[in-house]
Nanobody, 116 residues
Framework: QVHLVESGGGLVQGGGSLRLSCAASGNILSINQMGWYRQAPGKQRELVAFITSGGITNYADSVKGRFTISRDNAKNTLYLQMNSLKPEDTAVYYC??????????WGQGTQVTVSS
């Protein structure tokens, strides 16, 4: 089992930056990959970015060039550096982990609000 706790959300002006953190605990050695998802009001939850155990990353087209996903294994923490934020980035951001046998775990989410 894995427990995920997000932090770092808040209100920021357009063009600004935020860094989200996701602290993982539990059976972290069995995590296959981790990622960030977001869900805006009235919209489906969408994948923002993920990183594999081997360090391969993937980003949604809407955030390419602006967001960077990374992981600090020593601190058991996943990060999402968000630059050049836009109002359309406003959403609840969720940390996600998948285990090497296919199980999925989710954090509680952290609100990101970008003003015009």
């Amino acid at each position: 089992q894995v427990h995920l706790v997000e932090s770092g959300g808040g209100l920021v002006q357009g063009g600004g930056s935020l860094r989200l953190s996701c602290a993982a605990s539990g059976n972290i050695l069995s995590i296959n990959q981790m990622g960030w998802y977001r869900q805006a009001p009235g919209k489906q939850r969408e994948l923002v970015a993920f990183i594999t155990s081997g360090g391969i990353t993937n980003y949604a087209d809407s955030v390419k060039g602006r967001f960077t996903i990374s992981r600090d294994n020593a601190k058991n923490t996943l990060y999402l550096q968000m630059n050049s934020l836009k109002p359309e980035d406003t959403a609840v951001y969720y940390c996600h982990a998948s285990m090497n046998w296919g199980s999925n775990y989710w954090g509680q989410g952290t609100q990101v609000t970008v003003s015009s």
